[in-house]
Each structure stands twice: as structure tokens, then as C-alpha cells.
């Protein structure tokens, strides 16, 4: 489990590094940005039903954009979300009997995305945008029945359109406040579980790469 999460890490730093090189000679123009952001997942309805239903305030979301012309950004996205619940002790159905145990759910959540943005009133006072990433998610799912384990790692394909707004600190100026909300459609399906939909929320930074 611990060495999936570390693959995951390096791949997404790998990603961000790579993507890096070839917009360095363009840095000047700006056209180059990042947006960091703090996030919260809240489950879907079968994601309740299945596995948690406690909202997660453990998360992050990470976009590194090329601004094609003022209206169209493509890159990469990233991000992290850590939702835990633990239930109350009950009677629960195993291989060779019942057995009465406190249930825990850890279930995280990293995706790697190609994103796609589209900004509606490039140069105003507040800018909203539509956008959609589409790639894969890694997924790393404990179950704790009392003192026994159940670990799986998983690597699914993912999706998560958004909307949000850039609120520029200056006018027309490159960084400011972002503020969005998105749905991320991840299909699962294991151990009853039948998928970890999740709505999104969040509030960052975004900031150009270069001088």
C-alpha cells in the first residue's frame, strides 16, 4: 500500500517536471500557470450507502496550465483526497461465520488528469471558467474489521468536470484567488463497493512560472 502511494507521488512530480520543459522559453509571457488548492470531497450517494458517508476535509487539488490564447488553458491535474469513517461495532458476515468487530473505511484518492479549461470573461474583475480533466485515479482502499486487514491498491480510470471562478489580485493581473467545485466520477467496483463518486469544493491560488 505504502509503496503504491510513494509510485503515485513520483508519478505525479514526474508529470509536473516533465510538463515544465517545454513552456520554459515562453515563462516571460505568462502563459505558464499553477493553481494550488485546498479541497473537500463529499461522498456520492453509493459511495454512502457502500463504504463512507462522512465528508472529507483532508484534500488538495493541483493544476499546472498552458494558457493557449485568453480563452483556452490545457495541462495536467492532480490532487488528493483522504476520506475515513469508522463504524460502531456489529455483527458482520465473513468466510466461516459471523464475527462481531468495529468496521473502518480508508479510502485515498489520486488522480492524474489531462485538463482542459475554458475561461468565459478572460480579463474581468472575476473570471469564471468550465473545464474537465479526464485520465486515471489511483485508489488505495483498507478495511479494518476489528484487527484484521483487508488492503487493495487499484488503479481506475477517472473523470472530474468543473466550474469555478479566477478573482485576479490586480487588474489583468496573472495571479489571484481560485475558487471552484467539481464532480469526480470514479468508477469502482470491489468488496461491495460499487463506486466512490464524490462532489468537490475548494479554495486556492493561482500564480504564473517565470518572471
Partial sequence: ???????????????????????????????LQLDLNYAVGIPGNSFKNDAIEKTSTRGWTANLLYNINPHISVGVGTGFQDFYQKYPRSVYKVDGGDVSAVLTN??????????????????????????????????????YLGEFDNSKSSFKFAARPEVGVFVP???????GIHLFGDYNYMPYKMDGVENLNNWGAGIGVKFPLGS
Avoid at 517536471?17 to 516571460?28: D, E, H, T
Avoid at 485515498?108 to 474537465?132: H, M, N
Fill in 169 to 175: 489580485f490586480r487588474k489583468d493581473g496573472p495571479a
Fill in 106 to 143: 480508508s479510502i485515498q484518492t489520486v488522480p492524474i488528469l489531462a485538463q482542459f479549461q475554458y475561461r468565459l470573461l478572460p480579463g474581468k474583475t472575476v473570471q469564471p471558467y468550465v473545464g474537465v480533466g479526464v485520465g486515471g485515479n489511483f485508489i488505495m482502499f483498507d478495511q
Fill in 1 to 31: 500500500m505504502k509503496t503504491q502511494f510513494r509510485t503515485a507521488m513520483l508519478l505525479i512530480a514526474s508529470l509536473f517536471f516533465v510538463a515544465l520543459i517545454p513552456f520554459n522559453s515562453k515563462a516571460q509571457e505568462r502563459r
